[in-house]
Protein backbone atom coordinates (compact mmCIF):
# COMPACT_ATOMS: atom_id res chain seq x y z
CA UNK A 1 0.00 0.00 0.00
CA UNK A 2 1.58 3.49 -0.98
CA UNK A 3 2.22 5.79 2.00
CA UNK A 4 3.39 8.83 2.18
CA UNK A 5 6.63 9.95 3.94
CA UNK A 6 4.94 10.17 7.67
CA UNK A 7 3.51 6.36 6.61
CA UNK A 8 -0.01 7.30 6.83
CA UNK A 9 -2.37 7.16 3.83
CA UNK A 10 -3.64 10.43 2.17
CA UNK A 11 -6.77 11.58 1.28
CA UNK A 12 -7.43 10.46 -3.03
CA UNK A 13 -4.20 8.15 -2.21
CA UNK A 14 -3.64 5.38 -4.86
CA UNK A 15 -3.78 2.09 -2.61
CA UNK A 16 -3.06 0.08 -5.93
CA UNK A 17 -0.10 2.38 -6.04
CA UNK A 18 3.62 1.31 -5.45
CA UNK A 19 5.34 1.23 -2.07
CA UNK A 20 8.90 2.64 -1.89
CA UNK A 21 10.21 -1.11 -2.13
CA UNK A 22 7.76 -1.05 -5.42
CA UNK A 23 6.86 -4.28 -4.15
CA UNK A 24 2.95 -3.71 -5.22
CA UNK A 25 3.88 -2.40 -8.60
CA UNK A 26 1.52 -3.65 -10.53
CA UNK A 27 1.01 -1.00 -13.35
CA UNK A 28 1.67 -2.71 -16.39
CA UNK A 29 0.24 -6.16 -15.03
CA UNK A 30 3.53 -8.10 -16.39
CA UNK A 31 2.64 -6.76 -20.10
CA UNK A 32 5.72 -4.42 -20.57
CA UNK A 33 6.81 -4.21 -23.89
CA UNK A 34 10.65 -3.73 -24.28
CA UNK A 35 10.05 -2.56 -27.25
CA UNK A 36 9.00 0.40 -26.13
CA UNK A 37 10.46 0.78 -22.85
CA UNK A 38 14.40 0.85 -24.81
CA UNK A 39 16.08 3.40 -26.35
CA UNK A 40 16.19 2.97 -30.28
CA UNK A 41 19.51 4.03 -31.78
CA UNK A 42 18.61 7.45 -34.59
CA UNK A 43 18.41 6.15 -37.79
CA UNK A 44 21.32 7.51 -40.41
CA UNK A 45 19.11 9.89 -41.83
CA UNK A 46 18.13 11.09 -38.62
CA UNK A 47 21.88 11.28 -37.70
CA UNK A 48 22.36 13.30 -41.15
CA UNK A 49 19.83 15.74 -40.22
CA UNK A 50 20.88 16.73 -36.67
CA UNK A 51 24.42 17.20 -38.14
CA UNK A 52 22.65 19.58 -41.17
CA UNK A 53 21.31 21.12 -38.05
CA UNK A 54 24.57 21.61 -35.78
CA UNK A 55 26.40 22.73 -39.10
CA UNK A 56 23.15 25.77 -39.66
CA UNK A 57 23.32 26.27 -35.78
CA UNK A 58 27.19 26.80 -35.58
CA UNK A 59 26.94 29.25 -38.76
CA UNK A 60 24.09 31.28 -37.13
CA UNK A 61 25.99 31.29 -33.47
CA UNK A 62 29.31 32.03 -34.03
CA UNK A 63 31.71 32.91 -31.32
CA UNK A 64 32.63 35.98 -31.57
CA UNK A 65 36.17 37.12 -32.13
CA UNK A 66 38.95 38.88 -29.35
CA UNK A 67 37.98 42.16 -30.41
CA UNK A 68 33.88 41.77 -30.07
CA UNK A 69 31.10 40.81 -28.01
CA UNK A 70 27.55 39.36 -28.29
CA UNK A 71 24.79 40.83 -26.46
CA UNK A 72 21.04 39.22 -26.53
CA UNK A 73 22.28 35.50 -27.68
CA UNK A 74 19.62 33.20 -26.62
CA UNK A 75 19.78 29.36 -27.87
CA UNK A 76 16.49 28.43 -26.76
CA UNK A 77 14.24 31.34 -28.07
CA UNK A 78 16.29 31.38 -31.23
CA UNK A 79 17.51 34.83 -31.05
CA UNK A 80 21.25 35.36 -32.83
CA UNK A 81 21.91 38.35 -30.65
CA UNK A 82 23.75 41.54 -31.85
CA UNK A 83 27.00 41.30 -32.60
CA UNK A 84 29.63 44.33 -31.48
CA UNK A 85 30.68 44.00 -35.56
CA UNK A 86 27.69 44.94 -36.24
CA UNK A 87 27.67 48.10 -34.46
CA UNK A 88 30.93 49.69 -35.76
CA UNK A 89 32.32 48.59 -32.54
CA UNK A 90 35.98 47.56 -31.77
CA UNK A 91 36.72 46.11 -28.72
CA UNK A 92 39.82 46.42 -26.65
CA UNK A 93 41.29 44.07 -23.68
CA UNK A 94 38.27 43.06 -21.13
CA UNK A 95 39.46 42.25 -17.89
CA UNK A 96 37.62 39.37 -16.08
CA UNK A 97 36.53 40.89 -12.64
CA UNK A 98 38.34 38.65 -9.57
CA UNK A 99 35.61 38.63 -7.28
CA UNK A 100 31.61 40.25 -7.40
CA UNK A 101 31.65 43.20 -5.21
CA UNK A 102 32.02 42.81 -1.86
CA UNK A 103 30.07 44.90 1.16
CA UNK A 104 31.36 44.33 4.60
CA UNK A 105 28.84 43.63 7.02
CA UNK A 106 30.29 45.03 10.70
CA UNK A 107 28.48 46.05 13.77
CA UNK A 108 30.08 48.75 16.29
CA UNK A 109 29.82 47.27 20.09
CA UNK A 110 30.17 49.78 22.98
CA UNK A 111 33.13 49.09 24.87
CA UNK A 112 34.43 46.68 22.23
CA UNK A 113 37.86 47.39 21.01
CA UNK A 114 37.64 47.20 17.49
CA UNK A 115 34.37 46.27 15.51
CA UNK A 116 32.31 42.70 15.32
CA UNK A 117 32.48 41.31 12.11
CA UNK A 118 29.30 39.10 11.04
CA UNK A 119 30.13 38.38 6.85
CA UNK A 120 30.50 39.49 3.64
CA UNK A 121 27.68 40.38 0.98
CA UNK A 122 28.75 39.36 -2.37
CA UNK A 123 27.10 41.09 -5.26
CA UNK A 124 27.69 41.79 -9.33
CA UNK A 125 30.62 41.04 -11.32
CA UNK A 126 30.99 44.33 -12.80
CA UNK A 127 32.69 44.34 -16.39
CA UNK A 128 34.72 47.21 -17.25
CA UNK A 129 34.62 46.87 -21.66
CA UNK A 130 36.93 49.90 -23.78
CA UNK A 131 35.41 50.31 -27.20
CA UNK A 132 36.58 52.27 -30.14
CA UNK A 133 33.69 53.53 -32.40
CA UNK A 134 34.85 53.73 -35.96
CA UNK A 135 33.77 55.59 -38.59
CA UNK A 136 35.02 57.37 -41.66
CA UNK A 137 32.58 60.04 -41.33
CA UNK A 138 29.89 62.20 -39.80
CA UNK A 139 26.99 59.41 -41.16
CA UNK A 140 28.37 56.56 -40.06
CA UNK A 141 29.21 57.75 -36.65
CA UNK A 142 25.80 59.29 -36.15
CA UNK A 143 24.54 55.44 -37.83
CA UNK A 144 26.72 53.71 -35.21
CA UNK A 145 26.04 55.70 -32.07
CA UNK A 146 22.10 55.20 -32.92
CA UNK A 147 22.71 51.57 -33.70
CA UNK A 148 24.14 51.38 -29.68
CA UNK A 149 21.87 53.37 -28.00
CA UNK A 150 18.81 50.71 -29.75
CA UNK A 151 21.00 47.77 -28.71
CA UNK A 152 21.98 48.68 -25.56
CA UNK A 153 20.09 50.63 -23.57
CA UNK A 154 17.53 48.40 -21.90
CA UNK A 155 14.21 48.74 -21.33
CA UNK A 156 12.32 46.58 -19.20
CA UNK A 157 12.95 44.12 -15.88
CA UNK A 158 14.66 41.38 -18.04
CA UNK A 159 18.74 41.20 -18.02
CA UNK A 160 20.69 39.80 -21.31
CA UNK A 161 22.95 37.23 -22.07
CA UNK A 162 26.48 38.64 -22.67
CA UNK A 163 29.21 36.63 -24.28
CA UNK A 164 33.17 38.18 -24.74
CA UNK A 165 34.88 37.29 -27.47
CA UNK A 166 38.08 36.63 -25.24
CA UNK A 167 35.74 34.15 -23.03
CA UNK A 168 33.80 32.50 -25.50
CA UNK A 169 32.66 29.06 -23.37
CA UNK A 170 30.82 31.58 -20.73
CA UNK A 171 28.12 33.57 -20.60
CA UNK A 172 26.81 36.17 -18.28
CA UNK A 173 23.81 37.88 -16.97
CA UNK A 174 23.04 41.43 -16.53
CA UNK A 175 23.00 44.82 -17.76
CA UNK A 176 24.60 48.42 -19.13
CA UNK A 177 25.22 50.63 -16.03
CA UNK A 178 27.46 53.12 -17.52
CA UNK A 179 27.04 54.38 -21.46
CA UNK A 180 29.42 57.27 -21.64
CA UNK A 181 29.52 59.95 -23.99
CA UNK A 182 32.12 58.99 -26.41
CA UNK A 183 35.73 60.94 -26.72
CA UNK A 184 37.31 61.48 -30.48
CA UNK A 185 40.45 60.50 -31.46
CA UNK A 186 42.37 63.26 -32.86
CA UNK A 187 40.92 64.65 -35.85
CA UNK A 188 39.30 61.53 -36.89
CA UNK A 189 35.55 60.61 -36.22
CA UNK A 190 36.82 57.88 -34.47
CA UNK A 191 35.95 57.60 -31.01
CA UNK A 192 36.53 56.23 -27.64
CA UNK A 193 34.74 55.41 -24.46
CA UNK A 194 34.44 52.59 -21.65
CA UNK A 195 31.17 50.48 -21.26
CA UNK A 196 30.37 48.91 -18.32
CA UNK A 197 28.01 45.85 -17.81
CA UNK A 198 26.75 44.52 -14.58
CA UNK A 199 26.56 40.97 -14.01
CA UNK A 200 23.52 40.75 -11.26
CA UNK A 201 24.28 36.80 -10.79
CA UNK A 202 28.34 36.98 -11.02
CA UNK A 203 28.39 33.01 -12.44
CA UNK A 204 29.84 32.73 -15.98
CA UNK A 205 27.84 29.93 -17.44
CA UNK A 206 29.00 27.57 -19.59
CA UNK A 207 27.64 25.56 -22.43
CA UNK A 208 24.72 23.20 -21.80
CA UNK A 209 25.60 19.50 -21.36
CA UNK A 210 23.30 17.65 -22.34
CA UNK A 211 23.09 13.65 -22.19
CA UNK A 212 20.60 10.65 -22.77
CA UNK A 213 19.30 7.63 -21.37
CA UNK A 214 16.84 4.97 -21.94
CA UNK A 215 15.41 2.63 -19.20
CA UNK A 216 18.15 -0.01 -19.47
CA UNK A 217 21.03 2.19 -18.95
CA UNK A 218 22.63 4.82 -16.20
CA UNK A 219 23.59 8.40 -17.29
CA UNK A 220 26.62 9.80 -15.51
CA UNK A 221 27.58 13.05 -16.47
CA UNK A 222 30.39 15.90 -14.36
CA UNK A 223 30.09 19.06 -15.92
CA UNK A 224 32.84 21.53 -15.51
CA UNK A 225 33.18 24.59 -13.68
CA UNK A 226 33.62 25.49 -9.93
CA UNK A 227 30.29 26.16 -8.38
CA UNK A 228 26.75 24.93 -8.45
CA UNK A 229 24.51 25.63 -10.94
CA UNK A 230 20.54 24.46 -11.34
CA UNK A 231 20.31 22.09 -13.89
CA UNK A 232 17.25 21.26 -16.53
CA UNK A 233 15.91 18.00 -16.52
CA UNK A 234 13.33 17.08 -19.83
CA UNK A 235 11.66 13.80 -19.91
CA UNK A 236 10.29 12.38 -22.87
CA UNK A 237 8.55 8.74 -22.02
CA UNK A 238 7.61 6.25 -24.60
CA UNK A 239 4.85 4.41 -23.25
CA UNK A 240 2.64 4.91 -20.14
CA UNK A 241 4.10 5.29 -16.90
CA UNK A 242 2.81 5.57 -13.23
CA UNK A 243 6.02 6.43 -11.84
CA UNK A 244 9.35 7.54 -12.62
CA UNK A 245 12.26 8.88 -10.58
CA UNK A 246 15.75 11.22 -11.10
CA UNK A 247 18.21 11.55 -8.85
CA UNK A 248 19.27 15.10 -7.92
CA UNK A 249 22.87 16.06 -9.70
CA UNK A 250 23.94 19.43 -10.06
CA UNK A 251 25.49 21.31 -12.92
CA UNK A 252 28.21 23.75 -12.73
CA UNK A 253 29.14 27.65 -13.72
CA UNK A 254 32.21 29.71 -12.61
CA UNK A 255 32.46 31.96 -10.05
Do not use: C
Amino acid sequence: MATDFTNEMLPGDNVNAPDKGFQNDISNAGNENPEQLNYKEPSEGAKQLKAIDDEIKSKLYPDPKDDEFVVGRNFDAGNVGISSRDLGISVGHITLPVAPTIADISQNVSGMYGQRWLRNNYGAKVFNIPITVIAANADEYLQNIESMSKALIQIGNSEVPIVFGAFPDRTFYGHFTSIPDPSYVSDTWDSTLTLQFTASDPHGYLKQVIGQVDNQNKLSIMPEGNDVAKPAYQFTFSADSNNFGYPIVVARAFL
